[in-house]
């Protein structure tokens, strides 16, 4: 009874109710713009609330952190500009709907999947947090530096047909990500002396350049094509299109609550995750991937904000933050007087379950919120090109320069933007190679940090056949490794095939 009286706090109160609503409002907004995230927008917001009362201050955080990681999909499938890194994915197939017209469908699949997927990791931080967190506690370096390699696994399943483009495409991502000082030598790599080069390579200004540029250079050598008309009459999916991709939306939230609770990882790389997984796992989707898959958005737009309600789980029970928006909100909760940890939930009950219930708020405005104004933002996809990519690049220009206000960042962004043109002039996918920025140092720590504790390469190989979780996630690298074999797609083809010879 005392915890039903915790969680509808929130509900009963008209300030905290507005306060979600706001946060998630400006959120969305925030989410769109590239190089605005909701890491930043939460850090702005410490200051701005430091004398305001905590339930206040969690509230509005919580609304733009929810509205922030969903308001990156508005961008990336009109625009193909990622607003976030966790919508990198959802680029992938939410731009080609785009393209065909099919916009309004696009951002209300995108919609309701974000607001499932919440939910599911509200469940899940409500009923499973001592458990998950247990999980993620027992991931060792070894541990992480597999999961890193199921990401470099993915560049098959991300926008190409050529794996050897792929890697060459995640190869460059990986040089890239190793510019800068070392984490633990603080050895200069790669700077050539140049002082800017010493923090490395941001892989949002990256994620800019090599999709927003890059589309915008493209788009000019075909200026006089005409923009494509959106069909917004049907925007809400229908019930039975839902319950169709249940299955799927379940797999991918459960993926980004676990994914999301390991920390260092986010909602990023469990939309990378899901979205290969999904390309794996769907057999005979209506439209295939990478042209406008409804799979290709159901997968990472669960999961990403399912990974909200994960990210909660290891700062609540442990005073670990699962990624950089709650390694943030435990210095603003610190800042309040709150100590993040193990006697969270014994000590202030009460604060623990005033996130759920403003978590699902958050969920219930980001339906109201999403869903309106759909037909003004896609009216952005028929703006003459004349006009809409010189936005683009103001766009790109004004995200780049806003994420550490440097303008290197700018120069950096425009020198993804010409590497992006050409890679996808010569039908080289850009998505591995911002994967392989993001996942460099997660694979390069966590490999040499399980050399050291292993004592030696072979003491850190021979702990994964002695590890339950190691021995899992190796088998599934070699499973995902073994499906991108020509050998295996040969014989699947055959079997199909068959199978369909038999049914005549």
Known sequence: MEVLQYLLV??????????????????IYIGAIPGLSATMAVSLLVSFTFGWETQSAIALMIGIFVGAVYGGSRSAILLNIPGAPAAVATALDGYPMAQKGEAGRAMGIATTQSVIGTLIGVVA??????????????????????????????????????????????????????????TMTSTPRFTYGITYLLPGVNYVVAMIGLFGVSEALIQITMKDAKPVKQDVKKIIPSLDTIKKYI????RSSLVGVVVGALPGAGGDIAALLTYDQAKR???NPEVPFGQGAVEGLVAPESANNAAIGGAFIPMLTLGIPGDAVTAVMIGALTIHGLKPGPNLMTTTPDLFYLIVSCLTIASIFLVIFGLTGVKIFTKIVE???????????????????AIQNSLYDIFWMLGFGVLGYFLKRYDYPV??????????????????????????????????FTSPISLILFLLIVFMFTTQTQTYKRWKAKREAAKAAKAK
Request: overall charge positive.
């Open 247 to 250: 299955p799927l939306t379940l």
């Open 125 to 182: 931080l409500a009923c499973f947090a001592p458990l998950v967190s247990k999980l993620a506690l027992k991931f060792s370096s070894v541990d992480y530096l597999l999961l890193g390699l199921m990401g470099m696994m993915m560049v098959g399943s991300l926008g190409t047909k050529s794996i050897f483009r792929g890697l060459i495409a995640a190869a460059i991502g990986v040089l890239l990500g190793t510019v800068g000082m070392d």
């Open 431 to 464: 998505a591995p190679c911002v994967l392989g920025i993001i996942l460099t140092k997660l694979l390069e720590e966590n490999y040499r940090r399980g050399v050291m504790l292993k004592k030696g390469v072979f003491g850190m190989l021979g702990s994964i």
């Open 281 to 283: 796992t769907v057999k």
């Open 383 to 401: 703006i003459p090109r004349g006009i809409l990519l010189p936005l683009i690049i103001i766009l790109s220009v004004v995200g780049a320069y």
């Open 10 to 27: 929130p509900f009963t109160n008209p300030i905290l109710l507005v306060f979600v609503a706001v946060g998630c409002f400006a959120g």
